[in-house]
């Protein structure tokens, strides 16, 4: 039986799209990791959130950490993303807010140890204006904050100005 070349050559192109194998991340830097994979997403997601498309940040977020399973050294993107969907979500950035679902996820990545997470819950329980005030709360979580910001070398992750803020919030609570 006679197959044409063209047919022959149709069907291996629709069976290796299928397959996945062009489903590569579209990053410049990442462009040899599947679509797929945390490193993706995040990035994604972080270069979505720089250029203000805030709600393509939250459906790259939205992806990794609804992922099933994530490899142990890679874990760090999906606790990055939990605290950066908690900011989206509690600003209301791309998405609707929701200030209960953020913190949630400020609870969960503060417990995975995201040290900026225990900083936004530090802030969301520590404002008089947010309907999440609440100064006993703010003040353990602004303690935890200034004791992992206090941790980390010093210039990374815009720990002084960050700590600063923390001090503040400390300072004031501690007088109601």
Same mark, same amino acid.
């Given at each position: 039986m006679y197959v @044409?070349? !063209?047919l022959i050559a149709a069907l291996l192109f629709v069976f290796s799209a299928a397959s996945g194998a062009a489903d590569m991340c579209k990053l410049d830097k990442l462009k040899?990791? @599947?679509a797929n994979d945390p490193a993706c997403y995040f990035y994604s997601g972080t270069a979505s959130f720089r250029g203000g498309n805030y709600s393509d940040a939250a459906a790259s977020w939205t992806k990794l950490v609804s992922l099933k399973s994530v490899p142990v050294d890679l874990e760090h993107f999906r606790t990055s993303a939990y605290n950066n969907l908690g900011y989206?979500?509690?600003f209301g950035r791309g998405v609707k807010k929701d200030k209960t679902l953020a913190?949630? *996820?400020?609870? *969960? #990545?503060t417990r995975a140890g995201n040290e900026e997470s225990a900083y936004h819950l530090c802030h969301a329980y520590g404002e008089k204006n947010e309907p999440t005030y609440n100064p006993k709360i703010a003040l353990t979580y602004c303690k935890e #904050? !200034?004791?992992? *910001?206090n941790q980390l070398p010093k210039g990374g992750e815009g720990g002084s100005d960050v700590v600063r803020q923390i001090n503040a919030y400390i300072a004031r609570l501690e007088k109601i």
């Open positions: @044409p070349k !063209l040899s990791v @599947p989206l979500y509690f913190i949630q *996820y400020w609870n *969960y #990545a #904050a !200034l004791r992992r *910001y």
